[in-house]
């Protein structure tokens, strides 16, 4: 009794969607009429979108050479990346340059202008955090 309840249920519900589908078609549901309304340049914005998109055939000289050739002949580094590299040298020494007098030097210099640390007081008053309850 089960498997028919379910077979018949099945059976309503894919009639029902194969209809919906049909009027759909048939009352002209699928022309765009809501997507024209929204967007009034849409068709003229894909035809040139593909009249941008032509394909060019590639030079068959260049196709029939060997891709090692292509590659690896004429090979111009960029120099932006060289140049950007050896200005961060030339400003700030990496720590290996510096000698160990100068380093220890630096070291107490940061020290000192850091902030000593504070306590923050606790309800009763003084300096110290009050001890936590064990559970």
């Known amino acids: 009794m089960k498997s ?7 059976l309503v519900a894919g009639f029902t ?3 919906a589908q049909a009027r759909f ?4 549901g ?3 009429k809501v997507r024209d309304a929204l967007f009034p340049s849409l068709k003229k914005d894909i035809a040139d979108m ?25 090979y111009q580094p960029s120099h ?11 400003t700030t020494p990496i720590p290996s340059d ?3 007098k100068e380093a220890s030097n630096n070291l107490k210099q940061d020290k ?6 504070t306590s923050v007081p606790n309800q009763d008053g003084s300096g110290a955090p009050a001890p936590h309850k064990k559970n």
């Open 4 to 10: 028919l309840i379910l077979l018949f249920f099945f």
């Open 80 to 90: 932006s990346t060289l140049k950007a590299a050896a200005a961060s040298k030339k």
């Open 112 to 117: 000192a202008l850091q902030p000593t640390p």
């Open 98 to 100: 510096v000698s160990a």
């Open 17 to 19: 969607y194969a209809n």
């Open 25 to 28: 078609e048939q009352t002209g």
């Open 50 to 74: 593909q009249s941008r998109s032509v394909q060019t055939k590639p030079d068959p000289s260049v196709i029939s050479t060997p891709t090692k050739k292509r590659l690896f002949t004429d």
């Open 30 to 32: 699928g022309t765009g």
